[in-house]
């Protein structure tokens, strides 16, 4: 296979969960790094163990030939930009959920694809989490029947792990000029795209949203989603326990799934954190469970969207989070608030 030459936008926190399954990649090099700050990127490649280029500015950073595609991993109110200018320059683009801050937006990437030959996706690491690989796989397998109800817990606590952010991780997230809405838009588009995957598109949208004083903080909330010509729903909370510690070796999160057959429940214990002591997987059916050991570290669903994104490109196939499905996980994501602020049912066209 072909080495794909990549180059890395933005240097911050996410980096250091997105690079790694690049690195390990045996037909990935990456070969420039692009950062507002040089030292950052300096200090990254160094963390690494790469001699990359360096830039800090990205029309000339994206002006290297010597690069066959990029992975852009900046604020989302860049996205729309930089994935044009990245597509008119004849590179291949993965870039960090969200897609970008409006539907408008999106249809100005998709022009912008319909003109060119690349490869795009928006990376979603849920995706591509054994847990949920698995839970796919038993689901389309029939394990449990045909699925009727999708139960979704998003906890978010105190965290004294050694994982840190970036001092501007979260200054652009706090602006509303600059960021749709805080958890629910940023954190929950994990969650809407998993249940999109599973059981697919989402056709009406009922939601409560609370507002806090920091922006970002949206606890509690609740939301409720018709799955579009089937017999299910999908239900989301969000809320917070700020005094209390949870195990994770990421971020201060911890996540639970439940999907509901008409013969069995699926239960995914895990994801972004491990506060409970239990098998990372788990099928019930009747009197039966069937429990599986399976990779269950969060950072395995980074690597695998990286190694999903470069065999795309070296065989020439299609890839998970596309223009089509990243366009109507936005139109979830704007729906919550939509729903919320008017107090009515959401439908998505």
């Known amino acids: 296979m072909t080495k794909i030459k990549l180059g890395i936008v933005g240097c911050g926190a996410i980096s250091q969960l997105n690079v790694p399954g690049y690195l390990e990649n045996s037909n990935c090099e990456i070969v420039s790094l692009c950062d507002t700050q040089y030292e950052r990127a300096e200090s990254r490649s160094?963390?690494?163990?790469?001699?990359?280029?360096?830039?800090?500015?990205f029309d000339e950073f994206i002006s290297n030939t010597d690069m066959d595609a990029i992975e852009i991993l900046t604020p989302t109110f860049l996205h729309s930009e930089q994935?044009?200018?990245?597509?008119?320059?004849?590179?291949?683009?993965?870039?960090?959920?969200?897609?970008?801050?409006?539907?408008?937006?999106?249809?100005?990437?998709?022009?912008?694809?319909?003109?060119?030959?690349?490869?795009?996706?928006?990376?979603?690491?849920?995706?591509?989490?054994?847990?949920?690989?698995?839970?796919?796989?038993?689901?389309?397998?029939?394990?449990?029947?045909?699925p009727n109800m999708i139960r979704i817990r998003h906890l978010r606590g105190k965290s004294s792990n050694s994982y840190?952010?970036?001092?501007?991780?979260?200054i652009w997230r706090r602006d509303s000029n600059k960021n749709p809405g805080g958890g629910l838009y940023d954190g929950g588009w994990h969650h809407y795209a998993t249940a999109v995957n599973l059981v697919g598109e989402i056709s009406k949208i009922s939601a409560f949203v609370s507002k806090n004083e920091d922006f970002i903080d949206e606890t509690p909330s609740s939301t409720i989603f018709e799955v579009k010509n089937k017999k299910c729903l999908v239900s989301i909370d969000y809320a917070s326990s700020p005094e209390m510690y949870l195990r994770s070796k990421y971020y201060s999160v911890d996540e639970f799934f439940e999907i509901i057959g008409s013969e069995g429940t699926i239960w995914i214990t895990r994801c972004t954190g491990e506060m409970l002591d239990l098998p990372p997987l788990i099928v019930f059916n009747g009197d039966k469970s069937t429990h599986h050991q399976i990779d269950s570290d969060w950072i395995s669903g980074f690597k695998g969207a990286a190694h999903a994104f470069i065999d795309s490109i070296n065989n020439d196939c299609h890839?998970?989070?596309?223009?089509?499905?990243s366009t109507h996980v936005l139109k979830i994501a704007l729906g919550v608030y939509e729903s919320s602020n008017t107090n009515q049912t959401v439908t998505i066209n």
């Open 46 to 57: 160094d963390q690494w163990g790469i001699k990359p280029q360096i830039f800090t500015d």
């Open 319 to 325: 890839i998970d989070m596309d223009i089509d499905f």
């Open 83 to 146: 994935i044009i200018k990245a597509l008119n320059s004849n590179k291949h683009v993965s870039c960090q959920k969200p897609l970008s801050t409006t539907l408008d937006e999106a249809e100005k990437i998709n022009s912008a694809l319909k003109k060119s030959t690349s490869k795009f996706r928006i990376t979603e690491n849920y995706l591509y989490y054994p847990p949920i690989i698995k839970a796919k796989q038993l689901i389309n397998d029939g394990a449990i029947g045909e």
């Open 164 to 170: 840190k952010l970036e001092n501007d991780t979260n």
